[in-house]
């Protein structure tokens, strides 16, 4: 598309918005005209924050390959949505469901994510997988904020119950940590003054030297 056909693109939807906002005028309905308007307002807001967003991001380090710019503005969530928006982001949406996670402040892990349904479905990860109902809901309520303009085909998040912990096993032995038989040194040898038996459990005579 060139430039004239660009502009002429720009001048015929600009037309389009007044004429409807003029039919709703007309119409006597106040109330939709007023709805209307606003609607105009907050999309100019939205796409022009969009626009000075990706300005701002270009013009940090203009020196940087074309490639380095790019990746920058995918990282940009607010550019990113807009991509997103009109089917418009180079990324596949696994791709960009794990840019979101990863840019989570709890790390979890992407459990599976069936396209026909949109249902993700996500496990702790880490540390943070303390199974406290309060923070599971705090990460699942981040995961849906985060998802909704990174990845819109994702339309249910569904948290894994964290698996149960493996039982420790304990050591039985034949007596407390440190314990030693009646007579025994530390050596493991009889103690002075211990008495040995024989082997017809008579005491046996201690040989002088």
């Known amino acids: 598309?060139?430039?004239?056909?660009?502009?002429?693109?720009?001048?015929?939807a600009g037309r389009m918005v007044e004429e409807v906002l003029?039919?709703?005028?007309?119409s006597g309905d106040r109330a939709?005209?007023?709805?209307?308007?606003?609607?105009?307002?907050?999309?100019?807001?939205?796409y022009g924050a969009g626009f000075?967003?990706?300005?701002?991001?270009?013009?940090?380090?203009?020196?940087?390959?074309?490639?380095?710019?790019v990746d920058t503005l995918l990282r940009d969530e607010l550019v990113a949505s807009l991509l997103v928006l009109h089917g418009l982001h180079p990324d596949d949406a696994p791709t960009r469901i794990g840019r979101a996670l990863d840019a989570l402040p709890h790390a979890v892990e992407n459990a599976g994510f069936d396209p026909a349904t949109g249902e993700l479905r996500l496990r702790m990860a880490g540390s943070?997988?303390?199974?406290?109902?309060?923070?599971r809901d705090a990460v699942e309520q981040a995961a849906r904020d985060a998802l909704a303009c990174a990845a819109p085909e994702v339309t249910?998040?569904?948290?894994?119950?964290?698996?149960?912990?493996?039982?420790v096993l304990l050591q039985i032995g034949?007596?407390?940590?440190?314990?030693?038989?009646p007579g025994a040194s530390t050596s493991g040898a009889p103690t002075s003054g211990?008495?040995?038996?024989?082997?017809?459990?008579?005491?046996?005579?201690t040989t002088a030297p």
């Not at 003029?22 to 007309?26: F, G, I, N």
């Not at 939709?32 to 939205?46: G, I, K, N, P, Y």
């Not at 034949?174 to 038989?181: E, H, L, N, Q, Y």
Request: aromatic content about 2%; glycine content about 12%; proline content about 11%.
């Open 1 to 12: 598309m060139s430039r004239a056909d660009g502009a002429r693109d720009a001048e015929a």
């Open 22 to 26: 003029d039919r709703l005028a007309s």
């Open 32 to 46: 939709a005209c007023e709805a209307a308007e606003e609607l105009v307002r907050v999309l100019m807001e939205f």
């Open 52 to 69: 000075a967003r990706t300005m701002e991001l270009l013009g940090r380090h203009p020196e940087r390959p074309a490639r380095q710019a």
């Open 128 to 135: 943070g997988g303390c199974g406290c109902g309060g923070s």
């Open 156 to 167: 249910a998040v569904t948290m894994e119950p964290d698996p149960a912990p493996e039982p």
């Open 174 to 181: 034949a007596g407390p940590p440190g314990s030693r038989p």
């Open 194 to 205: 211990a008495s040995t038996s024989g082997p017809n459990g008579r005491s046996a005579a």
